[in-house]
């Protein structure tokens, strides 16, 4: 099955610097890749996807890159603010088989005011 | 609803017990997940259904967890004989079409179970 793995564990940034998380997978065949954000109590939530036939893809602050080639994708959010302290959990899913979605183990980013 | 629902949002249990958590989904969606968070850590993937077929058990850590999924709709996560390690937030999840890869899977609030 797919195997999904995220680095760093925990991120630390001053308010308005970048912060990049990035994932790598293992199955070639996933080609759908969604990015969620859980604040502290709270349900994860979709921020952002991007599916295997575009490279990049970018709202606002926000912007997704895939790298096929290597199996790896990255988040990487701009001029952070506070509120955007939670953590990230990127994922993977493959329509062949199950179509299930397999969960990298969460980056905790923490933006200092 | 016009979200995913889950029930109950706390349940505390002794160890020894079962339990049962209810999910229901956002009215349509054919896919259903459940998914476990223990405290500060990963979503780990428990079960998934899709459809009418074959529900992917791969992910339930023993045979003292179980699920069901009545009539394409609600589900029930069952937990026997529960033991402490079990404590965490279970997570249920749902999609619109497990054919379809990307779509957007919504998560409920969790049930928060705490096995003393």
């Known amino acids: 099955g797919e195997n999904v793995e995220q680095h760093p564990s925990t991120l630390s940034v001053q308010e308005g610097d970048s912060a990049v998380i990035k994932c790598t997978y293992s199955?070639?065949?996933?080609?759908?890749f969604p990015w969620y954000k859980q604040e502290l109590g709270k349900r994860p939530q979709l921020i952002i996807d991007?599916?295997?036939?575009?490279g990049e893809k970018k709202d606002q602050r926000i912007a997704v890159t895939l790298n096929k080639t290597a199996k790896h994708f990255s988040l990487h959010i701009t001029e952070t603010q506070p509120e955007d302290s939670a953590v990230y959990f990127c994922a993977a899913s493959s329509n062949t088989g199950a179509n299930n979605l397999f969960f990298g183990t969460g980056t905790r980013l923490t933006v200092i005011p | 609803g016009a979200g995913v629902s889950q029930s109950p949002s706390n349940k505390v249990t002794e160890k020894g017990k079962d339990v049962e958590l209810r999910c229901d989904p956002i009215?349509?969606?054919?896919?259903l997940y459940w998914y476990r968070q223990s405290l500060g850590q990963g979503l780990e993937f428990l079960i998934y259904f899709q459809g009418n077929s074959a529900p992917d058990k791969s992910g339930l850590p023993s045979d003292r967890f179980s699920a069901e999924r009545t009539g394409g709709s609600v589900s029930t996560l069952t937990i026997q004989r529960t033991q402490q390690e079990d404590s965490a937030v279970y997570l249920c999840a749902s999609s619109a079409n497990f054919r379809v890869t990307g779509n957007t899977i919504y998560f409920g609030e969790g049930s928060w179970l705490t096995v003393v």
């Open positions: 991007i599916r295997s036939n575009v």
């Open positions: 199955d070639s065949a996933s080609n759908y």
């Open positions: 009215s349509g969606h054919t896919a």
